[in-house]
Structure formats: structure tokens, C-alpha cells
């Protein structure tokens, strides 16, 4: 079984240009998590999906971030215009949520390492 | 909200000895704590977890223990590996909070051989 896939793996832009970060958990996970990870630090929460639902984004910067999941699969990130600061490692992960009954682990992908420059 | 405090943040060992990370956790809620292991360029990999009804628990070389009083976790390596080199963050949630967890800042563990 394929783990949780990222893309790209690596993505340089200039400030203020836009990205975006593609993520494919691991089939019939509904439950979906961006992370943050800045260098030498833990990954930090954005954005939890239930299935196509948002259900918290309160650590998502909304001014220049945007997150979407369509169709309950697939999610993408995206960053407009990026800054400095948003140089960092973007690890997706995903869960089988609906088994509510245990602490079910949450699979993370390798991660989308930006650079803004 | 939670915050987990994780000692210490670099840690070297010889090969064959042992190795302890500690956390922290200020939310009493939480009940669940995992730790990943993250290794250059990859994402973090579960490789142990423990419940709050739970003390301890072992996974070959591997234990975790929890004092729920004192909101302490600790994860203890033994018979340590240069694979063992590697990232290692403790996390803590609450499980009906969707398992957002809030992770510590990591430990780098460096086994000499």
C-alpha cells in the first residue's frame, strides 16, 4: 500500500510569487492534516480536513494561505504571494478518523521543503 | 492550548548505551502521546505511542512511560544503533480532538560506533 504522497519535493520560488503543494493520503484515510516544520523545530498544525470539511483552521495565516480538498482525497496548499518567512519543510498527513474509538496514527508524507528567496 | 516542552535537544551517545528524551505537556486533557522518528529528508514515522490509561509500554528496544500527576512522558532507547541516529519528537492530543497533535521540538540523537 502506497504511503501518504507528496509533490513536488522541492520547490524554489522568489517572494511574492505564488506555490502550491499537492498532497494524496493514503487511500480511505478521511482524515487529512497540513503541518509546517521550520528547521529544527516540530511540525506545526495549519489545517485539519474531515473529508472535504475544514473542521480547524484557526493556524492558518488566511491572508496569504488557502487549502482546499474537493472531492474528500486530494488536498492542496497554497501560498499567495509567499514571503521569506514561509520558507519550510510543508508535511501532509492522513488518518483513518472514523475508527473514533482509538488513537488511530496519523501517516505523514516526506514533506514539500520550500524556499522563497 | 497544549504545549510540549521536549529535553534535551541534541543527545550523543556511544553504542550500546542508552538514551532517554523527556517531554512535558501543560494540557491535562491529552491523552494520547506518540513519538516519531524523523530521519534527513523524510517525514516523521511513528515508532512508539502510549495512552493515558497506560503507564508504560515496551516495543523491543524501544519504551515510552507516562506519569500522568506530574504531566511527564518519557521515551528510553536501549542497546542503542547508528541507525538509531535520526530526529526524535514526542507529541501529545486529545483523541476527540481529531488527534491534532502538538509536537515537541525534537531531539537529535547521535549514536557513535
Known amino acids: 500500500e502506497a504511503g501518504v504522497v507528496q509533490s513536488p519535493r522541492y520547490k524554489i520560488i522568489e517572494k511574492k510569487q505564488p506555490v502550491a503543494f499537492w498532497c494524496n493520503p493514503i487511500?480511505?484515510?478521511?482524515?487529512l492534516y497540513w503541518y509546517r516544520q521550520n528547521l529544527g523545530q516540530g511540525p506545526e498544525l495549519l489545517i485539519r480536513?474531515?473529508?472535504?470539511?475544514?473542521?480547524?483552521d484557526s493556524q492558518l495565516p488566511k491572508d496569504r494561505f488557502s487549502a482546499e480538498r474537493l472531492k474528500g482525497v486530494d488536498s492542496t496548499l497554497k501560498i499567495q504571494p509567499a514571503e521569506l518567512g514561509d520558507s519550510a519543510v510543508y508535511l501532509c498527513?492522513?488518518?483513518?478518523?472514523?475508527?473514533?474509538?482509538?488513537?488511530?496514527?496519523?501517516?505523514f508524507g516526506q514533506g514539500t521543503r520550500l524556499t522563497v528567496v | 492550548g497544549e504545549n510540549v516542552e521536549q529535553h534535551p535537544s541534541t543527545l550523543s551517545v556511544q553504542e550500546g548505551d542508552s538514551a532517554v528524551i523527556k517531554c512535558t505537556y501543560s494540557?491535562?486533557?491529552?491523552?494520547?502521546f506518540p513519538w516519531y522518528k524523523q530521519e534527513l529528508g523524510k517525514g516523521p514515522q511513528l515508532i512508539i505511542d502510549?495512552?493515558?490509561?497506560?503507564g508504560e509500554k515496551k516495543d523491543q528496544r524501544i519504551a515510552v512511560t507516562l506519569n500522568k500527576t506530574a504531566k511527564h512522558f518519557s521515551l528510553h532507547i536501549t542497546e542503542t544503533q547508528p541507525e538509531d541516529s535520526a530526529v526524535y519528537f514526542c507529541?501529545?492530543?486529545?483523541?476527540?480532538?481529531?488527534?491534532?497533535?502538538?509536537f515537541g521540538g525534537g531531539t537529535r540523537l547521535m549514536v557513535k560506533p
Open positions: 498527513a492522513s488518518r483513518d478518523g472514523q475508527r473514533a474509538s482509538m488513537n488511530t496514527e496519523a501517516f
Open positions: 502510549i495512552r493515558s490509561n497506560v
Open positions: 480536513y474531515e473529508n472535504e470539511e475544514a473542521v480547524d
Open positions: 507529541a501529545a492530543t486529545l483523541n476527540n480532538a481529531g488527534n491534532m497533535l502538538t
Open positions: 494540557d491535562s486533557a491529552s491523552n494520547y
Open positions: 487511500s480511505g484515510h478521511n482524515t
